[in-house]
């Protein structure tokens, strides 16, 4: 694992963005995903703005998200896919070469996680895995004791991520299932990027960084990942 320690948010979010623009360059045609969030809002702007100013040309890049609440459709406030929409797509002055984000409110959920995993085998590998780390130590909505064999699979929310989460959307919706792209096809990725900010990632990120690898906590899959970096603030890093 590549360390990457930054002062505070912003740095960590140019430097994340950085690396991702480094990867489109020495492969233009690539897939890459993001997830979405708080962690990764600062990353996303500052690429959208790096395409806009022309440092990185995304016109051969396919795009992917990572996951989604069932239930919710990328016009649901609080749900990855309006995440995606506002912050990265209606950003973008030039576009990606074609998206896929994932609707967690199709009538056929399970349509939809095999159109994922379509996506992602039609112009995947992914080049480039952007990740953000939970409060247990999920990937996306891979939660402990997830199968490290999956692809794209539904899954029951953790009570932490169900505690944590509604941060997003309030009371007004009780999700109870994620969709996600699995662990394998994270793994998969060429370059593995997981971010981190605050204090309150601090334990859990030691825990993956330089815990046991266990399904218990999901990240700790990254230490077996051959390019992975790991970009977190001080206050993430600090027991690193
Ligand atoms: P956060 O979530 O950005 O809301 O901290 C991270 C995650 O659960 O992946």
Same mark, same amino acid.
């Given at each position: 694992?590549?360390?990457? @320690?930054?002062?505070?948010?912003?740095?960590?979010?140019?430097?994340?963005?950085?690396?991702?623009?480094?990867?489109?360059?020495? &492969?233009?045609?690539? /897939?890459?995903? %993001?997830? +979405?969030?708080?962690? *990764? /809002?600062?990353? @996303?702007?500052?690429?959208?703005?790096?395409v806009n100013e $022309?440092?990185?040309?995304?016109? &051969?890049?396919?795009?992917?998200?990572?996951?989604?609440?069932?239930? /919710?459709?990328?016009?649901?406030?609080?749900?990855?896919?309006?995440?995606?929409?506002?912050?990265?797509?209606?950003?973008?002055q030039?576009?990606?070469?074609?998206?896929?984000?994932?609707?967690?409110?199709?009538?056929?959920?399970?349509?939809?996680?095999?159109?994922?995993?379509? #996506?992602?085998?039609? #112009? $995947?590998?992914?080049?480039?895995?952007?990740? =953000?780390?939970?409060?247990? $130590?999920?990937? =996306?909505?891979?939660?402990? +004791?997830?199968?490290?064999?999956?692809?794209?699979?539904?899954? *029951?929310?953790?009570?932490?991520?169900?505690?944590?989460?509604?941060? #997003? %959307?309030?009371?007004?919706?009780?999700?109870?299932?994620?969709?996600?792209?699995?662990?394998?096809?994270?793994?998969?990725?060429?370059?593995?990027?997981?971010?981190? !900010? =605050?204090?309150?990632?601090?334990?859990? /990120?030691?825990?993956?960084?330089?815990? *046991?690898?266990?399904?218990?906590?999901?990240?700790?899959?990254?230490?077996?990942?051959? !390019?992975? #970096? @790991?970009?977190?603030?001080?206050?993430?890093?600090?027991?690193?």
């Amino acid at each position: 694992m590549h360390i990457v @320690v930054c002062k505070d948010y912003e740095e960590m979010s140019r430097r994340a963005a950085e690396i991702v623009a480094e990867q489109i360059k020495k &492969r233009p045609d690539g /897939l890459i995903s %993001f997830p +979405g969030g708080d962690t *990764p /809002l600062g990353m @996303v702007h500052v690429f959208a703005d790096m395409v806009n100013e $022309g440092k990185v040309d995304i016109s &051969r890049t396919h795009y992917v998200s990572l996951d989604e609440w069932v239930g /919710l459709s990328n016009e649901d406030e609080g749900s990855c896919g309006l995440f995606n929409q506002q912050n990265l797509l209606s950003r973008l002055q030039h576009p990606f070469a074609g998206t896929h984000i994932i609707n967690g409110a199709a009538e056929d959920i399970e349509s939809e996680r095999v159109a994922l995993n379509d #996506y992602i085998s039609q #112009y $995947g590998p992914l080049d480039v895995s952007v990740l =953000g780390i939970g409060m247990n $130590g999920h990937l =996306g909505f891979n939660e402990n +004791g997830v199968d490290f064999d999956l692809d794209a699979h539904i899954i *029951p929310l953790s009570e932490t991520t169900l505690k944590v989460m509604t941060k #997003y %959307f309030g009371e007004k919706f009780h999700p109870t299932h994620g969709i996600s792209q699995g662990i394998r096809q994270i793994m998969a990725a060429k370059t593995v990027i997981l971010i981190a !900010n =605050g204090a309150h990632k601090a334990e859990i /990120l030691k825990k993956a960084v330089h815990g *046991p690898v266990t399904n218990e906590v999901p990240a700790s899959v990254l230490q077996n990942h051959p !390019n992975c #970096y @790991v970009v977190a603030d001080e206050a993430a890093a600090a027991l690193l």
